[in-house]
């Protein structure tokens, strides 16, 4: 799938950047939350920056094992350019960024934050308002 940017298109697909964009960052925080709770060190997340190819390799290093891994590795593979580059936040100078069907992106995601939430205990803390 091709998104137009939004200073060549009259409608539809510029809703679509801000998608992309938390996308990329819901993927990215998510790696880190895992990395984080395997107790490495906060600077290992600032070396990866907004790589999700690394932050996904590291998350694996972790421990961390995708259910889907196949589905996961084509999320990662989709976003990771467009993301590095933060094309949805800084629009680029091209008049088309290829994506993922954002069905599929928001589908993927979700069982990716689930996988996350079920096999790597991210909300533990020392926090005791209840939340």
Not at 81 to 108: A, G, K
Request: contains cysteine; proline residues 5%.
């Amino acid at each position: 799938m091709k998104l137009l940017l939004p200073s060549l298109i009259a409608g539809d697909q510029a809703p679509a950047m801000p998608f992309y964009l938390l996308a990329g960052f819901a993927v990215e925080l998510a790696f880190k939350a895992v990395i984080l709770r395997s107790g490495r060190d906060e600077s290992v997340l600032r070396k990866a920056g907004h790589r999700l190819d690394d932050c996904y390799k590291l998350a694996q290093e972790s421990g961390f094992q995708p259910t889907d891994r196949e589905s996961t590795d084509r999320l990662v593979a989709g976003l990771s350019q467009s993301h590095r580059e933060l094309s949805f936040r800084y629009v680029p100078d091209v008049e088309v960024i290829t994506v993922i069907n954002p069905v599929r992106v928001s589908t993927v995601l979700a069982a990716l934050l689930n996988d996350i939430e079920h096999k790597v205990d991210v909300w533990q803390d020392n926090d005791t308002d209840g939340i």
